[in-house]
């Protein structure tokens, strides 16, 4: 894990690739984490991002749907595993509130980050799924509008899933679930899932999609640590699933956020429609085609609030189809909300439903 500065949680802007920090002044550690976090903080800092982040003006009352907590258990696991996501491992529900205060979001959806809480054993995942649903809810309760949370799931296992569902839901009253990109090599289009997906699509349920490690891409591009890249092919290798094995048209009433602006999808639209139209037996699976379906997901942007993957992105949805999220403790909600608005790319009327007005939409508790 690097920090690539000094300056406190709160307030330091963070890329994330999986647990870097990136800021003005670097302090690299070596070894090969010190080449990633070369990479990383080199790319942040493409057209200052430092200096438009202090334009940014707080009182927004921002939406924050991608916003990470840290359960004492999950702390533990991770610190056991030594995934090296430092700013996790530190995390404390002050640190987010002060993120939230500077950068005008009046609520954050919390979720959980990769790795997730399965690593081989359905009871210790259920178990840690439980622990970290119930820690969410006591900071809801705590700090009253100021957090949400979507669920964390036990996932691959169905039947521990489709109980925390049930409980997450009905006895704790969370905004929706979270699942990580893929478990287990097998990615949520997979109809091994159609029974958790069956169940949230009966409940029109939102949900958030954070990418994962995948174990198949390890070590394949030497000095480039695999978050760098993998994060956000894995969101598409699961956007890629959900189409082409019909799973998004199976379970409409689904509503799904992508972490990062979807990855490589958006850029790889052209290569997913030419593939439909030579695969003429696809048109039943996916009868819209696949750029419908893109269409009607939804993307938030944390670490893809600059111009250029926004480009791409805007090309593919509508503002209605944005929404804004951070990754806290890895990047700020000043830093994000400057970003967006250097672009140029979004009228007032557009920052507005990014900002709040699309997610107020898909969590109607939050439009007041």
């Not at 009253?173 to 899932?193: R, S």
């Not at 480039?224 to 094995?245: K, N, Y």
Request: overall charge positive; some cysteine; proline content about 6%.
């Amino acid at each position: 894990m690097i920090r690539c500065d000094s300056v406190s949680p709160p307030t330091v802007r963070r890329a994330h690739t999986s647990g870097c920090g990136c800021g003005g002044r670097r302090d690299f550690l070596g070894g090969a984490a010190a080449a990633y976090a070369a990479a990383a903080c080199a790319a942040v800092s493409i057209g200052g991002r430092a200096a438009r982040a202090q334009s940014v003006v707080a009182g927004a009352g921002r939406i924050d749907v991608h916003h990470h907590l840290s359960s004492p258990q999950f702390i533990a696991a991770i610190k056991a595993r030594n995934t090296g996501q430092i700013p996790l491992m530190n995390w404390t529900p002050e640190q987010s509130l002060a993120d939230m205060d500077a950068g005008g979001v009046a609520t954050s959806i919390l979720s959980i980050s990769e790795p997730g809480v399965f690593f081989g054993d359905n009871g210790a995942a259920r178990a840690l799924a439980r622990e970290t649903n119930e820690y969410g809810a006591q900071l809801i309760a705590r700090h009253p509008g100021r957090f949400g949370m979507f669920a964390t799931l036990p996932l691959p296992d169905n039947d521990g899933a489709l109980r925390e569902i049930g409980y997450a839901l009905d006895v704790l009253k969370l905004d929706g679930v979270c699942m990580m990109t893929d478990y287990q090599g097998k990615f949520l289009g997979d109809p091994v899932f159609w029974p958790v997906m069956e169940e949230l699509n009966r409940r029109k349920a939102v949900v958030f999609t954070h990418p994962f490690r995948n174990a198949c891409c390890i070590n394949l591009v030497p000095d480039v640590f695999e978050p760098m890249i993998e994060l956000g092919t894995d969101t598409t290798r699961t956007i890629a699933s959900l189409v082409f094995s019909g799973t998004a048209a199976k379970f409409p009433d689904i509503k799904f956020i992508f972490s990062h602006g979807g990855g490589t999808a958006p850029y790889l639209l052209q290569r997913f429609t030419y593939y439909f139209d030579l695969r003429k037996d696809l048109q039943a699976r996916l009868p819209r085609g696949p750029q419908y379906y893109l269409g009607e997901f939804y993307y938030d942007v944390a670490n893809a609030s600059t111009l250029a993957p926004l480009a791409s992105l805007t090309k593919v949805v509508r503002p209605t189809q944005i929404v804004f999220g951070t990754d806290f403790p890895f990047l700020t909600a000043k830093a994000t909300a400057a970003d967006l608005r250097q672009t140029g790319l979004f009228t007032p009327a557009d920052l507005g439903l990014i900002d709040r007005g699309n997610a107020a939409r898909l969590m109607p508790r939050y439009a007041g």
